[in-house]
């Protein structure tokens, strides 16, 4: 058979399987790995999204939290699975943004090793005081900074996590020099600040709002480029110090190899769920706003997400082992 002949049957067979995969799809329980601890903001969106896919397709969706290696395990669990579109990825800012820039070694490549199907959600985090500092403002904040080289220490959920990225962005753009303190979640560390062992933390306002209210702590801007529509009563960081501007962000991938049939009724069906009014209305209410988009468009921000922090790393020195 000529060599042109059998690579148009080949390609006439994977069409032909892809079809016939995408017909009878989604035949058996889907699994959602959400690659953090049970409780947080990823597992509570993970939820939200795979409640509506689980509706609207007529099957279930099991989300399955795999913590573990800032977010490393669950990526790898979910890279070595098969790729027949019955596993999902909840993909995080720090597993597909700043690990692949910030780490020197990772087993995984968001892009080889993934396809791209959409962002969820996004959410601007909150600069947050200890009540007692005498803080009332970035501007404060800053200028206490300048006033106290070293002495100010800020808290994260851990060495390259958004909260890490967020204090090194406010020491390069404000000028200042803080020092990371890294804890194992960002509950001890609100814990650690409300009791003055750190002096200030950018955190999600899921975390942060009610102890701000309750007057426990100061909340003093979010960390977006414009103010936070859920938030609107916060001025944001940027407005001081110009520039500022980091959120936190979730999305879908699947296993690459995934049939292109498959991924583009995942597509679809994501589309059709972010879009619902009772989802935005139960993202906004736990602080998170959707953002559907093409999977062209998710890799392309993913790529310039990589490349910001990039050079907020290199002006900062963080280097991950």
């Not at 889907?30 to 903001?41: C, K, L, T, Y």
């Not at 500092?133 to 080289?149: C, E, F, H, M, W």
């Amino acid at each position: 058979m000529p060599r042109l002949m059998l690579r148009c049957l080949i390609a006439a067979t994977i069409s032909f399987i892809d079809a016939a995969q995408a017909q009878t799809y989604p035949s058996k329980p889907i699994r959602f790995i959400v690659p953090s601890a049970p409780g947080g903001s990823p597992d509570i969106l993970a939820r939200i999204v795979g409640n509506k896919l689980g509706e609207q397709m007529k099957t279930q969706v099991v989300v399955d939290t795999r913590p573990g290696g800032s977010g490393i395990i669950g990526v790898e669990i979910a890279r070595a699975a098969a790729p027949d579109g019955y596993t999902l990825l909840l993909v995080t800012s720090t597993t597909f943004a700043s690990l692949p820039v910030l780490k020197k070694k990772l087993p995984y490549d968001p892009d080889r090793d993934f396809i791209a199907l959409s962002r969820v959600a996004w959410v601007a985090n909150v600069v947050t005081v200890n009540a007692g500092l005498g803080v009332n403002s970035t501007a404060d904040l800053v200028k206490l900074a300048k006033a106290k080289p070293g002495t100010l220490n800020y808290g994260s959920a851990g060495n390259g996590s958004p909260a890490h990225l967020a204090g090194a962005m406010f020491n390069v753009l404000a000028g200042v020099k803080t020092t990371h303190i890294p804890y194992k979640g960002a509950a001890p560390a609100m814990s650690d600040m409300m009791g003055g062992q750190i002096q200030f933390l950018i955190t999600s306002p899921l975390v942060a709002m009610p102890h701000g209210r309750a007057g426990r702590i100061k909340v003093l801007a979010s960390t977006g480029a414009q103010r936070d529509p859920l938030l609107p009563e916060l001025p944001t960081v940027a407005d001081t110090v110009p520039g500022y501007e980091i959120v936190q962000w979730w999305g879908i991938a699947a296993p690459k190899g995934t049939p292109a049939a498959v991924t583009r009724r995942l597509h679809q069906e994501l589309m059709t769920a972010l879009n619902a009014p009772e989802v935005k209305a139960l993202m906004n209410k736990n602080g998170a706003t959707p953002n559907p988009e093409a999977p062209a468009e998710f890799v392309a921000f993913m790529k310039a997400e990589r490349a910001r922090i990039a050079n907020v790393g290199k002006q900062a020195g963080i280097v991950l082992d």
